[in-house]
């Protein structure tokens, strides 16, 4: 799927069909479509019938199997915590995985670049490429990522990777080296919030927003129909006080912790806007708590807060104790902000 924001990227992708490169790094914020842009991209490299737009006719054989997902050259590496379906019964390693999938992992393992190695040294089956799609690429524990640079380094023949990141800084140095580099743009807010009115979410503007302005990440947040994590945190963050703080963490000790961090990653940054600019980017609907936050708070606490934040995130997909780690960001920012 080419949402409507990439049909210039797509235009631009297209160039690069003549001189392929072996590896192309698509990056850009979470949330605008990476991930579909790809797997389009990779059903056209191995589409028999390509269109004049450079999409896939979605007629020929490798197109059905492609949509169907047994395409015999394309191969899709991603963590288990993003697959759809567990392994069938009977499935090789089915029961490994079975007894995995009650926490499934989030990281992209070295056993699931070991695995493609069978998949790179057969011919492919109508002698055409083969492709792997990866994504996101800093989910890559270490053994993986240095796993997969050795695989980049003496590329097979014939062989396409399309990697995804949401953030180029937690990737190797060597690794980068070795992709060709595309950049995927955020859309503009009109365009974006165009686009979700015409999913049918309502109340599609603040969606937006408290999304950074990415659709897809709007769309999906919309449609757990749930507000209520984030309005409790928001109301602590806007009237920050000790007490309130530890009952909050209590609340919020069962949420998703990397999505509270950015929660709390965009209201810092409204408070600093504010406090610089006056404009607000992330809640407008609370403009009066942001604009008294941003005239009492020093900035020098607000930039060590944003600190914590930032440093908080690194970490918030493998924390000690859920609730220690809420309570300890709940309290640093009582003491930076109150």
């Known amino acids: 799927m080419i949402y409507p924001w990439q049909q210039a990227a797509w235009s631009q992708l297209r160039q690069l069909r003549e001189r392929l490169p072996h590896a192309i790094l698509f990056h850009g914020a979470a949330g605008i479509g990476k991930a579909d842009f790809m797997e389009a991209f990779a059903q056209a490299l191995l589409c028999e019938n390509v269109g004049p737009g450079g999409q896939a006719c979605g007629q020929c054989a490798s197109c059905g199997w492609f949509v169907q997902g047994n395409h015999p050259d394309y191969r899709r590496v991603r963590p288990e915590a993003l697959e759809d379906e567990p392994p069938a019964e009977g499935e090789e390693g089915g029961e490994e995985k079975k007894a995995k999938s009650k926490t499934p992992s989030k ?30 690429a800093e989910a890559l524990n270490m053994p993986a990522s240095n796993a997969l640079l050795k695989t980049l380094e003496e590329p097979p023949p014939g062989t396409v990777f399309l990697v995804a990141s949401n953030s180029l800084d937690r990737l190797l140095p060597t690794i980068l080296s070795r992709c060709r580099k595309f950049a995927l743009p955020m859309p503009d807010h009109a365009q974006a919030l165009e686009w979700l009115k015409a999913q049918g979410v309502p109340d599609a503007d603040s969606w937006l927003r408290e999304q ?5 990440a709007a769309l999906a947040q919309a449609e757990t129909g749930n507000r ?52 607000i980017r992330y809640y407008p609907r609370y403009q009066k708590e942001l604009a008294a936050l941003a005239t009492n708070v020093h900035t020098a606490s607000l930039m060590r807060a944003i600190k914590a934040a930032n440093e908080r995130r690194a970490v918030a997909d493998h924390p000690l104790s859920p609730r220690l780690f809420v309570e300890d960001m709940l309290l640093d920012y009582t003491g930076c902000c109150s």
């Open 212 to 216: 950074g302005g990415a659709p897809l």
């Open 107 to 136: 990281e992209i393992k070295i056993e699931q670049i070991r695995a493609l190695a069978d998949f790179m040294n057969i011919s492919t089956h109508r002698q055409g490429l083969r492709v792997v799609v990866l994504y996101p």
């Open 228 to 279: 209520e994590d984030m309005e409790v945190l928001l109301q602590l963050l806007a009237h920050p006080n000790v007490d309130n703080a530890l009952k909050t963490a209590d609340r919020l000790s069962k949420a998703p912790l990397p999505m509270l961090v950015a929660w709390q990653q965009r209201w810092l940054y409204d408070v600093l806007s504010f406090k610089l600019s006056g404009k």
